[in-house]
């Protein structure tokens, strides 16, 4: 059995690196072609990141397979042979902790080179040591206190429920749900500053806006992104009272009235056709499966490792593997996501003009200087939306 778990992870890695190095050819031939899009000199700048990018991403993937093995081969035995905990369920979540605070420590180095080497280099990272380490207590701090009550919480129901899957679906799915209402009211408030939005004549076109869709929220707000990150973007946040529309600080210094109206048009067209319940639903019956799976690992598998069937073990495995089966499933997730994306487009445009929207997505290319092009491949699996071109085309853009 711990063949065949090795053999599904050896073939994603594989597959993703084979991807990687497709992507990262393509767009070292792509660059020295004619720009589009971008002025000839951003063209290869945004290229040559686009490459460094997906080169790192490739040695973190052998990092993770090596990882991966470690833990299978004698990792997860070693550590629990150092485990002398008798209650079984803080057991779990110490053991579980250490397992991920490990994987944290070996992978750190590749997002502090991506903050301050490589975002730096080509300028997009406005972060400063202070700030990395502030975030990261922070956000430690908020994993230890509920991921521990959540890893308790699932090591109970693993413990005493034979199909103990069900439920921590049912626990985990809700949770997420939870984590979305609550998000922009009182976990992104840790990370920046939230102010309502000061241009009171931007404020009453966005307002009216939301109103011609019945979109309700709790008011329009601006963050300081500019802090961390040059790079534009906007979301609408929270579910159900707690909505909230949230613009980069970056994003209204960049974008006109008008452009900004097409492009919380095209969010809202996600809220209009019920993207956001369908993505919901889609998630919800991918982790579905990954949860029957790991319900139903067979005790030769633990024996072949060397641990105990235990919910600390069952745990360990569901996270070494979820990465494996998720991408797989991904190129029908982001399939749907494409396609939602057109229709969010149309959208966009009749609440606002084709040609602001156009000129809109032409800025957030520009200023997060995202390489236009891609290989086919590298979008099937990973791009959730469409390559700009071809959004741009469906928009009458030549």
């Known amino acids: 059995m711990i063949e065949m778990v090795s053999i599904l992870y050896s073939i994603y890695l594989l597959v993703s690196i084979f991807i990687s190095v497709m992507q990262i050819k393509y767009v070292k031939k792509a660059k020295t072609t004619t720009a589009v899009l971008l002025t000839p000199s951003e063209f290869i700048k945004s290229g040559d990141y686009s490459i460094k990018k997906e080169e790192l991403e490739v040695l973190s993937k052998i990092v993770d397979y090596l990882l991966f093995i470690f833990w299978i081969g004698f990792g997860l035995k070693w550590l629990e042979s150092m485990m002398v905990i008798e209650d079984i369920l803080i057991k779990s979540v110490v053991f579980v902790n250490v397992f991920i605070i490990m994987n944290w420590f070996v992978t750190l180095p590749f997002d502090i080179y991506q ?60 949770i997420i749900i939870l984590i979305n209402a609550i998000y922009p009211t009182l976990i992104a408030p840790i990370f920046n500053k939230f102010k309502p939005l000061e241009d009171i004549e931007l404020n009453t076109k966005i307002e009216n806006l939301l109103k011609t869709v019945g979109f309700k929220s709790e008011g329009v707000f601006t963050i300081d992104a500019s802090k961390r990150d040059n790079r534009l973007n906007a979301y609408f946040g929270g579910l159900g009272k707690s909505k909230r529309v949230v613009l980069f600080d970056t994003l209204i210094e960049k974008l006109t009235h008008s452009e900004l109206i097409a492009v919380l048009g095209h969010e809202l067209g996600h809220f209009k056709h019920k993207d956001i319940l369908k993505n919901i639903v889609m998630m919800g019956s991918i982790m579905f499966f990954i949860f029957f799976v790991a319900g139903n690992f067979p005790n030769e598998l633990f024996n072949q490792i060397g641990i105990e069937n235990s919910a600390y073990s069952i745990i360990i495995l569901f996270l070494l593997i979820s990465s494996a089966l998720t991408f797989f499933l991904l190129p029908i997730v982001n399939l749907v996501s494409r396609n939602n994306e057109y229709h969010a487009d149309e959208f966009g445009s009749e609440i606002g003009s084709k040609e602001d929207l156009v000129s809109a997505l032409i800025k957030l290319a520009t200023e997060n200087r995202h390489f236009p092009l891609s290989h086919k491949l590298y979008v099937f699996f990973y791009y959730s939306h469409p390559p700009l071109i071809e959004r741009l085309k469906r928009l009458g853009y030549k």
């Not at 730096?120 to 406005?126: C, D, I, V």
């Not at 994993?143 to 129901?157: E, K, M, P, R, V």
């Open 115 to 174: 903050k301050f080497k490589l975002d730096k280099e080509f300028g997009f990272s406005n972060m400063d040591a202070r700030l990395f380490i502030n975030d990261t207590l922070k956000g430690s701090l908020l994993f230890l206190i509920f991921g521990s009550l959540i890893i308790y919480t699932i090591s109970y129901i693993i413990e005493n429920f034979d199909s103990w899957w069900i439920y921590g679906f049912a626990l985990i799915f809700s």
